[in-house]
């Protein structure tokens, strides 16, 4: 099995920079991808980024592009999203999510606890 924690939520003003990490624990990763995903209140779990463990190869949300950049490092089972030029509607619960890689989150099996970003104008 696979265990994730995220750390790095907080609150930031619009226009502000905040680093998310998700630190990961069990098999080995060289199968999965690792995704990030995004939640407000009253709204469905929406993608926001995904990285193969393996390649590195990404791929984003339209609302994310050129402000968000996902990457991760092999040595430490960490993957993070470096997120700048912050809006009021990134704020969210932020998931870090592990599986066979998609946008959907049926592509995901394991998940993290997720953490809170709040971004006020």
């Known amino acids: 099995q696979v265990q994730l924690v995220e750390f790095g939520g907080g609150s930031v003003q619009a226009g502000g920079s905040l680093r998310l990490s998700c630190a990961a624990s069990?098999?080995?990763?060289?199968?999965?991808?690792m995704g990030w995903f995004r939640q407000a209140p009253g709204k469905e779990r929406e993608f926001v980024a995904v990285?193969?463990?393996?390649?590195?190869?990404?791929n984003y949300a339209d609302s994310v592009k050129g402000r968000f950049t996902i990457s991760r490092d092999k040595a430490k089972n960490t993957v993070y999203l470096q997120m700048s030029s912050l809006k009021p509607e990134d704020t969210a619960v932020y998931y870090c999510?592990?599986?066979?890689?998609?946008?959907?989150?049926?592509?995901?099996?394991?998940w993290g606890q997720g953490t809170q970003v709040t971004v006020s104008s």
């Open positions: 069990g098999r080995t990763f060289s199968s999965y991808a």
């Open positions: 990285i193969t463990w393996s390649a590195g190869s990404t």
């Open positions: 999510a592990a599986g066979r890689g998609s946008s959907r989150t049926l592509g995901y099996g394991y």
